[in-house]
């Protein structure tokens, strides 16, 4: 299952990097293999700490460009009352070693080195978090020449050190800051690449991210062990090769198929904090004990020690936070319990391929994903076509381009329904492109203030949205207004599905109507931009029309052509079995009565689920693979299927509500609706799950 986010592998993965910084500090494999430690905690473990910044990067920098800087503040608080409650927590060990700096030692280490040796992370997130907020989606263009920077002061300074200007240099940031593992230097880069993994999808499968990670991994151990055998390092944390290992297990975890599960990134916060707290406690029990030798001296089992009563802690606190937040401590993960959708991402790349061979040469389909995607759930349906090359997006409000910006969807973003002044800020902020609903919307458009990107709308039948067909001059007025950025040229054809002669004669005089002005237009000096007109039923049965894009939505999931594939499959469970003798009732109303020995099966599914009540006595399910018709009336969260003919049905049993072998067509028909009615309206709180 792909889950939405794909922020489960990256959850689990911050758990095995606080164990990585745990290493660092402990040296597990010091007596085995010298060459080995070196390997795993001078190499290997300097992916830990970026990759906690970048899942920081991932969630906060996107915010940050949508809500303003001002955003940042909540966490930047919280950030800075843990640090200085480490720092408390830490202050006996610091007394105790008689380390305690003057006031300008002191300020040195709160702002860059940290008030003990792992601490110097907070103030590098903050730090990091000041610059790369300025400009996140163009943080990077600084944020390489400042980690530049720092690797001169590090892993390479063998070779600054060679040339006495840059020598001097870095002498005097060094009476700064110990080292530029820090926030000016290390921190922003991965905080920027967090904000552009956040905001894009994965591209390609997990094999790849794999097979990609381990040649960048080979090329971060090549590096490592030649700084090491030339002694160029002066620290060894940062190293050349380390951002593209970064990024590659970043995409890695994220194209996984895990569950949230948010509390391990507490987990691994805590045992982050409390690890020096262990290692002293490990090393003090040891001399009490006389155990020195097998606990401290030994440093695989010394490293054992440590992760073992630093987890155990780690989860004592854990407990007790989500106690005292009334939260449970491990949210339960999608179980297909009640009632779910299946989306087949393997029939929507089927759909894909379908559909563009419809194309003319040099078009591109826009994917229409308002509605949840016509209850698929818009951002993974999304992020599965932008992993099969589609690069445009359709909507019907700009909340849900809003949501798609938010997910990472990089694409251009039309919304096709009329918007109004006050979503205009939001519309510009997500870069999506508006549609010009007629001459009043567009004089509103343009009023805004900033450039606007635009598609103009033609009305050439369907009376809804657009400018009337034969105004040219108000669309050339549109095309030529400067203050708007104005890409395209779309209408929407009413009767493309219809059967009969006059929809066909109808449907061939809008399209010359459209063309005839986009000829005009283009007469006139002015470069229409993108056409479209095909929905679905368009593309369809009207394939290879000279257009920029086709917008396919009820298509896309597998409905309105034999050669399609549905993608979704709406699913329940049997939550009991009940035989009735001939005369007797069921459900409200009496509404069903058994006219011989009848067994039902009670369903976990019902209107609210998105179950049409116009199905009962009409529709059917699906049960061990043989049909049941629902009978009695659909009620808000069950329903009764007639299950006397198929044997051994018993509770926990799977039925299918909707999908292969139950087409929506069929379905929406015995409804009274269409299929595209049938889809958007499946309820919220079915679950979704993503194969």
């Known amino acids: 299952m792909r889950r939405e986010g794909g922020s489960g592998g990256l959850d689990r993965f911050r758990v095995l990097a606080a164990l990585l910084v745990a290493a660092n500090h402990t040296s597990p494999l010091l007596d085995l293999s010298p060459l080995a430690d070196h390997i795993l905690t001078q190499i290997l473990a300097r992916l830990a700490v970026p990759f906690f910044l970048a899942v920081s990067g991932c969630f906060l920098l996107p915010r940050a460009e949508e809500q303003g800087r001002r955003s940042l503040l909540p966490f930047c608080r919280r950030v800075l009352l ?117 905001r894009t999808p994965p591209r390609r499968g997990s094999r790849f991210y794999a097979a990609a990670l381990a040649g960048a991994l080979a090329l971060l151990l090549g590096e490592g062990l030649l700084v090491s055998f030339f002694g160029l390092a002066r620290y060894s944390t940062m190293y050349l090769s380390l951002p593209l290992a970064l990024w590659l297990l970043f995409r890695l975890l994220q194209t996984l198929d895990l569950p949230r599960r948010p509390e391990l990134g507490t987990f691994a916060l805590v045992f982050y904090l409390i690890h020096p707290w262990a290692i002293v406690a490990v090393r003090g029990g040891a001399r009490l004990t006389g155990t020195t030798a097998f606990f401290v001296e030994q440093s695989l089992t010394h490293f054992l020690a440590v992760v073992l009563l630093s987890g155990l802690l780690s989860a004592l606190a854990c407990r007790a936070l989500s106690r005292r937040s009334g939260q449970p401590a491990a949210p339960a993960a999608p179980s297909r319990v009640r009632c779910w959708v299946e989306v087949d991402g393997a029939a929507l790349q089927h759909n894909l391929a379908v559909l563009r061979r419809r194309l003319p040469e040099g078009g591109k389909l826009m994917a229409v994903v308002k509605a949840d995607a016509y209850g698929h759930g818009a951002l993974p349906v999304a992020r599965l076509c932008a992993a099969e090359g589609i690069d445009a997006f359709a909507v019907a409000t700009v909340a849900e381009g809003a949501v798609l910006r938010r997910g990472g969807i990089t694409g251009d973003i039309l919304v096709l329904g009329r918007s109004f002044p006050p979503e205009f800020p939001d519309a510009f902020r997500h870069d999506l492109i508006l549609t010009a609903a007629d001459a009043l919307h567009a004089r509103e458009l343009a009023a805004f203030g900033r450039p606007l990107r635009v598609h103009a709308a033609v009305d050439t039948g369907m009376a809804r949205l657009g400018f009337p067909a034969g105004d040219l001059e108000g669309l050339a007025a549109l095309f030529r207004d400067p203050r708007l950025r104005v890409e395209g040229l779309f209408t929407h054809l009413c009767a493309a599905d219809g059967p009969s002669e006059a929809d066909t004669a109808f449907t061939r005089a809008q399209l010359q109507a459209f063309f005839t002005r986009a000829r005009e237009l283009r007469a006139l000096g002015i470069d229409p931009g993108a056409l479209h007109v095909q929905a679905s039923a368009g593309l369809l049965r009207y394939p290879g029309l000279p257009c920029t894009y086709a917008r396919p939505g009820l298509a896309l999931y597998g409905v309105g052509d034999g050669a399609l594939r549905p993608v979704l499959t709406l699913k329940c469970r049997v939550a009991a079995v009940r035989d009735l003798s001939p005369g007797e009732t069921a459900g409200y109303g009496r509404a069903f009565r058994a006219e011989r020995p009848t067994r039902l099966a009670v369903l976990t599914a019902g209107y609210a689920d998105g179950l049409p009540r116009s199905l009962g006595g009409r529709g059917r399910v699906l049960l061990h693979g043989q049909s049941a018709p629902l009978v009695g009336r659909v009620c808000m969260d069950q329903a009764l299927a007639d299950v006397t003919g198929i044997p051994d049905v018993c509770p926990g049993d799977e039925a299918t509500l909707l999908g292969p072998g139950l087409p929506a067509e069929e379905v929406a028909r015995a409804a009274g609706t269409i299929p595209n009615e049938l889809l958007s309206r499946l309820g919220s709180r079915v679950e979704r799950v993503y194969l």
């Open 82 to 198: 843990l640090y200085a409650g480490a720092t408390l927590l830490y202050l006996p060990l610091r007394l105790y070693s008689g380390a305690l700096p003057g006031p300008l030692g002191l300020l040195r280490d709160v702002v860059f080195d940290g008030t003990f040796y792992h601490l110097w992370y907070f103030p590098a997130l903050l730090l990091g978090l000041a610059l790369t907020a300025l400009a996140p989606r163009r943080a990077l263009w600084y944020c390489v020449p400042l980690y530049l920077l720092g690797l001169l002061g590090d892993s390479y300074f063998g070779l600054t050190a060679a040339l006495p200007p840059l020598r001097a240099f870095y002498d005097l940031l060094f009476r700064c800051f110990d080292q530029t593992r820090n926030g000016l230097f290390l921190s922003p880069l991965f905080l920027a690449l967090g904000e552009r993994l956040g």
